[in-house]
T-cell receptor, first 111, second 113 residues
Framework: ETGVTQSPTHLIKTRGQQVTLRCSSQ?????VSWYQQALGQGPQFIFQ???????GRGNFPPRFSGLQFPNYSSELNVNALELDDSALYLC??????????FGQGTRLTVV | AQSVTQLDSHVSVSEGTPVLLRCNYS??????LFWYVQHPNKGLQLLLK??????LVKGINGFEAEFKKSETSFHLTKPSAHMSDAAEYFC???????????FGAGTRLAVHP
């Protein structure tokens, strides 16, 4: 158990829809990162939040956005879903001097 | 730019034999390197990490890795494979002031009886 929980575990959406994925970090972890893992590939960095501000972003379009809340929860929002957005989405939380702890992920299928 | 290359997409070993999963890295700075394991339908679990201390790093479940700067390698080894080691393994480098993680493509380890 990493203390990081994600919901839902599985989700099916239609192309063009919007989706919100949620993550609950460990208490005291003020950094949360989101990763996209396509089938058969390694996770790709989407973005990171530190104390509710985005402080790093990977090569993903603006329709991928996020929020981090004071209660150590966070969200990943994806607008205008495309078929290629089908993937496992992982969130990871980290304290000031700890390694990243990953949740079990949300499997998103876009049809 | 920082990156990692996992040299084998699949590795198959017999139970009780040694495991070697190969990783080369590219980094402009002294890197922080990690190995993560992912079991089917599970999240990522940290096996071990190198952060410029001892070059031989011991992790969980009997795994270890050696940082070799001259070879830009960080190979993962285990003396004796167990059936429960069958999983996907990722070599990872941490970059930037905000510690963004860059993952390799992964190596799928199969362990046969």
């Amino acid at each position: 158990e990493t203390g990081v929980t994600q919901s839902p575990t599985h989700l099916i959406k239609t192309r063009g829809q919007q989706v919100t994925l949620r993550c609950s970090s460990q208490s005291g972890h003020n950094t949360v990162s989101w990763y996209q893992q396509a089938l058969g590939q390694g996770p790709q960095f989407i973005f990171q939040y530190y104390r509710e501000e985005e402080n790093g972003r990977g090569n993903f379009p603006p329709r991928f956005s996020g929020l981090q809340f004071p209660n150590y929860s966070s969200e990943l929002n994806v607008n205008a879903l495309e078929l290629d957005d089908s993937a496992l989405y992982l969130c990871a939380s980290r304290g000031e001097n700890t390694e990243a702890f990953f949740g079990q992920g949300t499997r998103l299928t876009v049809v | 730019a920082q990156s990692v290359t996992q040299l084998d997409s699949h590795v198959s070993v017999s139970e009780g034999t040694p495991v070697l999963l190969r990783c080369n890295y590219s980094s402009s700075y002294s890197p922080s390197l990690f190995w993560y394991v992912q079991h089917p339908n599970k999240g990522l679990q940290l096996l071990l990490k190198y952060t410029s201390a001892a070059t031989l790093v011991k992790g969980i479940n009997g795994f270890e890795a050696e940082f070799k700067k001259s070879e830009t390698s960080f190979h993962l080894t285990k003396p004796s494979a167990h059936m429960s080691d069958a999983a996907e393994y990722f070599c990872v480098v941490s970059v930037g002031g905000y510690n963004k993680l860059i993952f390799g493509a992964g190596t799928r380890l199969a362990v046969h009886p």
